[in-house]
């Protein structure tokens, strides 16, 4: 069981930028390879970034690749998404999400627990 709570959402212009963070409590964070997500409304939950459980690789979707950069801190338990060059179309709720050992990387159905979400809104 890992209980996760983003943060650092809110309202950027365009071409601005943001950092998430997912605080990571209960089992060690560290054994989790960890993602962000993101759902807009109307839309289905859509894969966003990953990171392998010691951070070495990453993975990205390919409308944030190149703004967006996921990584992981294993001593302060947290998951980061840095996001820069913002687009309106990148508007939407953000989700943190812990999968097991082996899981897929890069869908919803690969990940076991999920934080609340936080809103990022990108006007343009």
């Known amino acids: 069981q890992v209980q996760l709570v983003e943060s650092g959402g809110g309202l950027v212009q365009a071409g601005g930028s943001l950092r998430l963070s997912c605080a990571a409590s209960?089992?060690?964070?560290?054994?989790?390879?960890m993602g962000w997500f993101r759902q807009a409304p109307g839309k289905e939950r859509e894969f966003v970034a990953a990171?392998?459980?010691?951070?070495?690789?990453?993975y990205y979707a390919d409308s944030v690749k190149g703004r967006f950069t996921i990584s992981r801190d294993n001593v302060k338990n947290t998951l980061y998404l840095q996001m820069s060059s913002l687009k309106p179309e990148d508007t939407a709720v953000y989700y943190c999400?812990?999968?097991?050992?082996?899981?897929?990387?890069?869908?919803?159905?690969?990940?076991?627990?999920w934080g609340q979400g936080t809103q990022v809104t990108v006007s343009s």
């Open positions: 209960g089992r060690t964070f560290s054994t989790y390879g």
């Open positions: 990171i392998r459980r010691s951070g070495g690789s990453t």
């Open positions: 999400a812990a999968r097991d050992r082996g899981a897929d990387a890069v869908t919803v159905s690969g990940y076991d627990y």
